[in-house]
């Protein structure tokens, strides 16, 4: 029987055995590794080689994140944000139009903008909610179609069957930020996707301090991601690998708390009168919800809600007053968060015109009624200095 995925959560990447029975990997602390003849040395016919290539920890990571996510194999970098690049660069020559999506993550955008343009790639950014329709956009030279769902501040949920589909028939590579999702909620590869990247810093670690990305790949996509990863230098610390390790393990108890609260929060958010509309990808009013439901498992804990429009005065009396929701960015930890987001200043090839403030709230795992009434005092002083 195919093992289910909290069995794979708790399993994956662990070989008890081969570590005197001891439940979690050693931390290989490595750069030099040297090899026993010149035979070796000659043929590197030896599972480690060189620090940066990686040790037993973090090969125990990579065949987890690999399982997790239904790929061939993985690699971690330095960081999220690094991940995406490395995949990117991997992908794409001087020459190749590149397809980005419009709802991408603010330094993916820029990325495209200062560093890919740089070096000759055309980066067209397109409608996130495109579908099919990126058929008519495709051209001979698109090497990559950039996916991200839902998209970060925003929430597009994209289609991304129907995008690989039509990308795979013009001979793109199909990428996709799957960081919202985590492994646990979206499975990339039986979407059509080629490589998908996490931003691990986030659910994967999950306690707001490591910073780390992965990508895996499929088989036919593995060769140049590999080398592209080797030949740009990219790995993470151990001991990072270690705590993200150690973080996976409980990610399904995790995610399913931050999910129920999330869904609970929007559901008392959308009731509120401050509030002009919540944007959450599982509730039934997401203009997207259809697409959620067919492909996602679940919902993590981020979300976005639009206030009614109010003064900066006013905002800031809510949000400078509250106890537990912190302004902080870097979400997927075990705090709430809540942070201002200005959309209409990341878009080229849609706009974004609701006049309302954006506030994107990440759910934690605190109890929910502490959160409720920390929101609650929050919109009554900003009611207060209105
Ligand atoms: C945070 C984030 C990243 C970048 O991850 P870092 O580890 O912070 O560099 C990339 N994509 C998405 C969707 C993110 O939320």
Request: charged fraction near 20%.
């Amino acid at each position: 029987m195919k093992k289910k995925q909290d069995t794979v959560v708790v399993t994956a990447g662990r070989d008890p055995e081969a570590n005197f029975g001891i439940v979690n990997p050693p931390v290989y602390h490595a750069s030099t590794v040297l090899y026993p003849t010149l035979e070796a040395v000659k043929t590197r016919a030896q599972p480690v080689t060189y620090g940066r290539r990686g040790t037993p920890t973090t090969f125990a990571l990579q065949d987890a994140i690999a399982e997790l996510e239904g790929g061939y194999r993985s690699l971690v970098t330095s960081s999220g944000l690094s991940a995406v690049t490395t995949a990117l660069l991997a992908h794409l020559k001087a020459g190749d139009h590149l397809l980005m999506t419009d709802s991408a993550y603010e330094p993916t955008r820029t990325f495209c903008n200062n560093v890919l343009k740089r070096y000759g790639v055309d980066v067209e950014f397109y409608d996130p909610r495109i579908g099919a329709g990126i058929g008519t956009i495709l051209r001979k030279n698109t090497a990559v179609v950039f996916t991200e769902s839902p998209g970060s501040v925003t929430f597009e949920v994209q289609d991304i069957p129907a995008i690989a589909d039509a990308a795979h028939k013009a001979g793109a590579t199909v990428l996709l930020d799957n960081t919202w999702a985590s492994p646990l909620y979206f499975k990339p590869f039986e979407h059509g996707v080629d490589v998908s990247i996490q931003a691990v810093t986030k659910y994967l670690c999950g306690h707001s301090d490591v910073m780390m990305g992965a990508i895996t790949a499929t088989e036919e996509a593995w060769k140049k991601t590999l080398e592209t990863h080797g030949n740009i230098g990219q790995c993470a610390a151990p001991d990072d690998v270690y705590l993200v390790l150690r973080g996976i393990r409980t990610l399904s108890v995790r995610l399913e708390r931050h999910m129920q609260t999330g869904i609970a929060l929007a559901e008392w958010l959308s009731k509120r009168p401050e509030v002009a509309r919540v944007i959450h990808p599982a509730r039934e009013d997401h203009p997207d919800h259809a697409i959620w439901k067919r492909d996602f498992t679940g919902a993590s804990g981020l979300f976005s809600i639009e206030l009614k429009p109010c003064s900066e005065t006013a905002l800031a009396a809510m949000l400078d007053g509250l106890e537990y929701f912190g302004m902080g960015y870097s979400w997927g930890g075990f705090e709430s968060l809540i942070i201002p987001q200005y959309p209409k200043k990341m878009r080229t090839a849609t706009q974004w015109t609701a006049e309302g403030q954006i506030l994107r709230i990440h759910a934690g795992l605190e109890d929910i009624e502490d959160l409720k009434a920390d929101l609650d005092a929050g919109f009554a002083r900003l009611r207060a200095a209105a």
